[in-house]
């Protein structure tokens, strides 16, 4: 039987104490995001933040992930990376482009409300143009972020909570410290939907899989547009503090979101329906 939480030690302390065992080496790496924002010239932040960035993200979760093995923790349940099938990834892919163009508005607008340091609002993208830049761009918020975070917070956390918590608890929880992570309060929200919506994609596949896969297309979707296809549209690929991005676009983000969420609940079903018959 999976046992998430560390041998010879109640459930309630290990519980409590995962959260903590994960962000204590995660905290320290995250902190060596200000020390580039410190050290670096300020014409040259962004620039080395783009590739430094991702690659910091991967290191504190391997980081956390080395740390809880070390105290006892089991990592992954069995069957964390069954095969899924590939019809799937069809309104997944559709579910990742829309959520990321609504939340792209939602940070628009709290943008607008709240004026905080310039760090928080620079767009790194737009610094690094070249064709070896979106390589270094892609490879870090597109596959080793990915694969890092979701090992992290879908294969230990979210499964550790509901060893010893309800579902709604338990992804609530995991999309909270999800919102964390990022340490940037100014784009707390979309961090905090996006994980909502990669626990129950779980919940509901019990793979990692398709969670990688949404977060990999979720990141990589402005980059592409941006330093791949040179497209440039106020509010989604240029961000600024008082952008906003076109109203059709916003609506077609909307579109993409509900024939996504009706594909995969109708997916579901059908799922449920022929393992039933089984």
């Known amino acids: 039987r999976y046992r998430p939480c560390r041998k010879n030690s109640s459930p309630l302390r290990s519980a409590s104490a995962l959260p903590c065992w994960s962000f204590s080496p995660c905290s320290c790496c995250r902190l060596s995001r200000l020390a580039f924002i410190a050290l ?3 014409e040259n932040s962004p620039l080395i933040l783009n590739d430094a960035n991702g690659f910091l993200y991967a290191f504190s979760v391997a980081a956390a992930l080395l740390f809880l093995r ?6 992954f349940a069995k069957g964390s990376f069954s095969p899924v099938n ?3 990834f069809i309104p997944l892919f559709a579910l990742a ?3 990321c163009i609504l939340l792209s508005e939602s940070d628009n607008f709290i943008r607008a409300l709240f004026s905080g340091p310039d760090i928080f609002y620079e767009d ?13 761009t892609c490879a870090s918020f597109g596959i080793v972020t990915p694969v890092m975070m979701e090992l992290l917070f879908r294969g230990v956390m979210l499964q550790n909570f509901l060893q010893r918590h309800t579902r709604t608890e338990s992804v609530i929880s995991c999309a909270f410290l999800f919102a964390a ?22 919940l509901q596949t019990k793979s990692l899989i398709p969670c990688i896969v949404f977060h990999s297309v979720f990141n990589l979707l402005p980059i592409v ?5 040179n497209v440039r549209i106020d509010g989604f690929t240029v961000t600024g503090k008082s952008l906003h991005q076109p109203l059709a676009l916003t609506a077609a983000g909307g579109v993409l979101v509900f024939f996504a969420l009706c594909g995969l609940y109708f997916y579901g ?10």
């Open 225 to 229: 547009l941006l330093q791949g296809m």
């Open 70 to 75: 070390k105290k006892g923790f089991v990592l």
């Open 181 to 202: 992570f990022y340490a940037n309060p100014y784009q707390c929200l979309t961090p905090f939907i996006v994980g909502i919506f990669l626990c129950i994609l779980y």
């Open 40 to 42: 670096a010239p300020a």
């Open 86 to 88: 590939v019809l799937y």
């Open 124 to 136: 790194p993208l737009l610094h690094k143009p070249t064709f070896a830049g979106m390589l270094v």
């Open 97 to 99: 482009c829309g959520l």
């Open 269 to 278: 079903r059908i799922h449920k329906e022929r393992k039933d018959a089984e």
